[in-house]
């Protein structure tokens, strides 16, 4: 069994940044991939950014790139997710995700374990 813990939203204006934090327990992480996901209200989970635990590998949605930045440290068991450039389109409750398997996947039903989500809201 795995548990995620995010800290690290609140409440910025538009242009600033924030940066997220997952810290996991439970398992050993070498062969996981770990993400983020977003979900505004009204509207479905979406993938936001992801990295192999194994080897760092990153990805994003289109929506994030180039303004989020997805890092790991392996020694804490922790991920982050910094995000600059920050769009009021960007509010939404960020949900930290664990799969067992090394590569990412956009879907949701494809990822094991959640965390409790954290708010971050972006004012115009």
């Known amino acids: 069994q795995v548990q995620l813990v995010e800290s690290g939203g609140g409440l910025v204006q538009a242009g600033g940044s924030l940066r997220l934090s997952c810290a996991a327990s439970?398992?050993?992480?070498?062969?996981?991939?770990m993400g983020w996901f977003r979900q505004a209200p009204g509207k479905e989970r979406d993938f936001a950014a992801a990295i192999s635990w194994i080897d760092g590998t990153t990805y994003y949605a289109d929506s994030v790139k180039g303004r989020f930045t997805i890092s790991r440290d392996s020694a804490k068991n922790t991920a982050y997710l910094q995000m600059n450039s920050l769009k009021p389109e960007d509010t939404a409750v960020y949900y930290c995700?664990?799969?067992?398997?090394?590569?990412?996947?956009?879907?949701?039903?494809?990822?094991?374990?959640w965390g409790q989500g954290t708010q971050v809201t972006v004012s115009s």
């Open positions: 439970g398992r050993t992480f070498s062969s996981y991939a």
């Open positions: 995700a664990a799969r067992g398997a090394w590569s990412y996947s956009p879907y949701v039903r494809e990822w094991d374990y």
